[in-house]
């Protein structure tokens, strides 16, 4: 009897690592995909439900996407009620599964077939390189997958003779909720609640376990999945903090509405398909998550209200969004640093736009002292970051978000420089462009911004061609005496401040864009070095 204990485990390793190896290519290959989809698609929490579902169910894994929606919400790109959408859908995803499961593994006997699959998919993996390889880690995880729950199918039909439904708790209330606790605890030991629900259809198809003994245990699973969440985000920041919770507190309300309405469904069920079908379990888990999202989706306002009160936090620092557990992803550490980026490039131009007034404001050399730390640890987030050198997305992202951080430490720098600002106002000439670039500095530090790159590009050329004029204007009055030699140099100065000041606005703002964006260009600086090239 241990041999086919022993077998079980197996085999569940076996379809874990499956699941983990044909997770993680996936999750490579469709990460564009999967981003444009929730960054497009995501308006409302119904359009997050089905683009939580649909990428939820194209990668093969909950975690990722809630990863990915937690980058987005730190840098702004969805809002809170946005991400609880997904929540939703991603755990109606979750449930192909168990469907690929029940239909195919087994249904059909497919491990002795995946075996030529693995070993093609292994030598492609550890031969190939860049997209090849990861769809040889695929077709290698794919067929791990078949090749587990054939071992466990074999294993449960060695001790049939002694593991039968009564064994287990019994089917009653009491019993259902002890179930419900072994499910719960299954999925937070071995971290997966499509291994768990895998294993709990093999044994419903060996009539080990009973339909409601199933589904009990199958409702514990997807209460446990919380656990991994809730782990992620101790320490982290706000939002993390608040989908986390939310994802629990979803699971847990509809996982006993679920369990509440076992009595109901069973039966229906058992009466709908034959004695041990898995397909009746795998209905069951998909109907209570659907009808769980349908009735939850009108009350995602007042949900989200809800768990604002319950995780209320300080407000949003300018680095909460540089969290180490998102490192792991580096699209999603991007999301984070860019989110970062954005909430000091606003400070930046309102300090700067604060001063650039008809009527003069502070100047912004105290608020810059007051960002430092933050630039610093923009810097050190930035450093950690570590993109696949394969994915041209990602490098382009990542360089784009370097020179963002550059033109905003530049621009920081300038800001401090008091003595070179402090004539922009006074003398006559340099008052109007300063003022222009204050007024559009403010805009662009609004939010919604109501001044964008473009924008502060075309003030650049300008301001840029105005102080051309002005620099020589400043030379004949001094030559005509009308200006000291003291004060020439202070004008001088004031128009390169200027000019400055403007262009590392603009290619912050700029970059910034770019980062932002579902397919970044390749970075001006490469592309000025391949010309460089093609003209050598």
Not at 73 to 93: C, K, M
Not at 475 to 501: I, K, N, P, S
């Amino acid at each position: 009897m241990s041999i086919e204990i022993l077998s079980l485990l197996g085999g569940v390793g076996l379809f874990l690592f499956g699941m983990q190896s044909m997770t993680g290519a996936l999750r490579e290959i469709a990460s564009r995909q999967m981003r444009a989809i929730l960054a497009r698609f995501t308006t409302s929490p119904l359009t997050g439900a089905l683009s939580g579902a649909a990428t939820t169910a194209v990668i093969q894994s909950s975690s990722a996407t809630m990863v990915t929606v937690i980058g987005f919400v730190g840098a702004g790109l969805l809002s809170f009620p946005q991400a609880i959408g997904v929540i939703y859908g991603a755990n109606i995803g979750t449930t192909i599964t168990g469907w690929i499961v029940a239909l195919l593994g087994l249904k059909l006997s497919l491990g002795t077939i995946a075996l030529p699959g693995l070993l093609v998919g292994a030598l492609t993996a550890t031969m190939a390189r860049g997209r090849l390889a990861r769809l040889g880690a695929l077709l290698a995880g794919f067929s791990l997958i078949f090749i587990g729950l054939d071992m466990m199918k074999d294993a449960t039909a060695g001790f049939e003779s002694w593991l039968s439904p009564e064994i287990l708790p019994p089917d009653s209330w009491a019993g259902r909720a002890l179930l419900l606790l072994i499910g719960a605890g299954v999925t937070v030991v071995i971290q997966s609640s499509s291994a768990g629900v895998a294993t709990t259809l093999v044994l419903l198809s060996s009539g080990a376990i009973t339909l409601g003994q199933g589904a009990a245990l199958v409702i514990g699973m997807d209460v446990g999945t919380t656990f991994t969440a809730i782990l992620a985000t101790v320490g982290g920041s706000r939002d993390m903090r608040r989908t986390a919770i939310a994802h629990t507190a979803y699971n847990i309300v509809t996982g006993a509405v679920a369990f509440a309405m076992l009595g109901l469904i069973v039966p229906l069920l058992s009466r709908a398909f034959a004695p041990g079908d898995p397909a009746a379990l795998v209905t069951f888990h998909t109907l209570f998550n659907v009808i769980g999202a349908l009735v939850m989706l009108p009350a995602t306002a007042p949900f989200a209200r809800l768990i604002e009160r319950l995780v209320p936090g300080r407000a949003a620092t300018l680095t909460e969004t540089l969290d180490r557990r998102l490192l792991g992803d580096a699209h999603a550490a991007m999301d984070g640093a860019g989110g970062c980026a954005l909430r000091i490039r606003r400070a930046l131009f309102r300090a700067a736009g604060d001063h650039l007034r008809p009527q003069g404001g502070p100047l912004p050399a105290q608020a810059v002292l007051r960002l430092q730390p933050a630039l610093d640890d923009l810097h050190g987030f930035l450093a950690r970051i570590s993109p696949a050198p394969e994915d041209a997305l990602a490098a382009n992202r990542y360089a784009a978000l370097l020179h963002q951080y550059d033109h905003l430490a530049r621009l920081a720098h300038r800001l401090t420089r008091e003595d070179q600002m402090r004539p922009l106002l006074g003398d006559p000439g340099l008052r109007r462009p300063a003022l222009a670039l204050g007024a559009a500095l403010r805009y662009a530090a609004d939010d919604p911004p109501r001044a964008d790159a473009a924008r502060l590009e075309r003030l650049e050329h300008l301001i840029t061609g105005r102080t051309r004029r002005l620099r020589r204007s400043v030379l004949l009055r001094e030559h005509a005496g009308l200006v000291e030699v003291r004060d020439v140099f202070g004008l001088t100065d004031a128009m390169r401040w200027l000019g400055h000041a403007a262009h590392h606005a603009t290619r912050a703002a700029h970059y910034g864009d770019l980062a932002a964006s579902d397919r970044p260009e390749t970075p001006v600086s490469d592309r000025l070095q391949r010309a460089t090239a093609r003209s050598d």
